[in-house]
């Protein structure tokens, strides 16, 4: 069955600092908020392949990145922690052999469109699960994934990068769905 499923993002407001690069003062906190919607498509034309594109929107109450480190406003600008962020998301879940399951690998396109950062970036998570363990499953998760900042700010001198690989694996547990 083929499957378009929309959907709307909101989160309930997390307090996080209105100047987050202050240091050796005391801060004040403000609350951040974001919302948006979601649109995915599952087993289109009958397979295992999914779509969806994630656009979420941030928001601080008081957003005031730089203001109190004497920064003109073009610089304090580069530090604004709100905007928005898109994700475009590819998976497919295959059945390897029985008992043998490519879950769901996802290739992710991220893009942080907030004031002061545009971030761009892509990020690869495979998930093996081996399921013939008497209702046990022994799972291994792998994520690879890199991302650079499109701009500078006035505390980097040229735009960063970031490159993560991860995995992760634990013991056998029980498998929720036998």
């Known amino acids: 069955m ?27 906190e403000t609350d951040t908020i974001s919302g948006g919607m979601r649109l995915g498509w599952e ?6 392949l999914e779509l969806s594109y994630t656009k979420r929107s941030v928001e601080l109450d008081d957003e005031l990145s730089g203001k109190a480190l004497g920064l003109t406003p073009a610089q304090q600008s580069l530090l604004n922690c709100e ?16 008992n043998h399951i ?18 761009d970036g892509y990020q690869a998570k495979p998930n093996y699960a081996y399921t013939s363990l008497q209702d046990w499953e022994f799972v291994v998760n792998l994520l690879v ?6 701009r500078t700010t006035p505390f980097m001198e ?18 929720p769905l036998a």
């Open 145 to 150: 994934g890199h991302c650079k900042a499109m």
């Open 43 to 48: 087993h289109i034309f009958g397979t295992g």
């Open 102 to 119: 490519l879950n769901r690998p996802i290739l992710t396109n991220i893009d942080y469109d907030l004031g002061g950062e545009a971030i």
């Open 83 to 98: 905007g928005d962020i898109k994700e475009f998301l590819v998976s497919y879940f295959w059945r390897l052999a029985d």
């Open 2 to 28: 083929k499957l378009i499923r929309p959907s709307f993002i909101a989160s309930t407001p997390t307090e996080t600092w209105e100047a987050p690069y202050l240091a050796g003062a005391d801060r004040e």
């Open 158 to 175: 040229k735009a960063q990068t970031s490159t993560v690989v991860a995995f992760h694996s634990h013991p056998p547990s029980r498998n």
